[in-house]
Nanobody, 113 residues
Framework: QGQLVESGGGLVQPGQSLRLSCVASVQRQSMAWYRQAPGKQREWVSS???????SYADSVKGRFTISKDNTKNTVYLQMNDLKSEDTAVYYC??????????WGQGTQVTVSS
């Protein structure tokens, strides 16, 4: 059984940036970020798979960048030009064929003036 631990959330003003980190105790073939705003369902934000192939939700495309450092078993989400609608709890998710899926505990991102 593995564990994912997120960090890097906080309170920022619109237009500012944050970088989230997700440290994995075990490797997963695919890593992703999801978010859940108050009163809304959890939604997919971005994924990175083997070969460093990345994908993004339309709402964050061009503003967010997912990356990973395999030497540190860490996935990052660089979030630029943050908007109030980005306010949510951000969750890290790891999965893969034949691998147990893992969720992190979440980190709060609040964008407010």
């Amino acid at each position: 059984q593995g564990q994912l631990v997120e960090s890097g959330g906080g309170l920022v003003q619109p237009g500012q940036s944050l970088r989230l980190s997700c440290v994995a105790s075990v490797q997963r073939q695919s890593m992703a970020w999801y978010r859940q705003a108050p009163g809304k369902q959890r939604e997919w934000v971005s994924s990175i798979i083997k070969g460093n192939i990345t994908s993004y939700a339309d709402s964050v495309k061009g503003r967010f960048t997912i990356s990973k450092d395999n030497t540190k078993n860490t996935v990052y989400l660089q979030m630029n030009d943050l908007k109030s609608e980005d306010t949510a709890v951000y969750y890290c998710y790891g999965s893969g064929y034949g691998q147990q899926s893992l969720w992190g505990q979440g980190t709060q991102v609040t964008v407010s003036s």
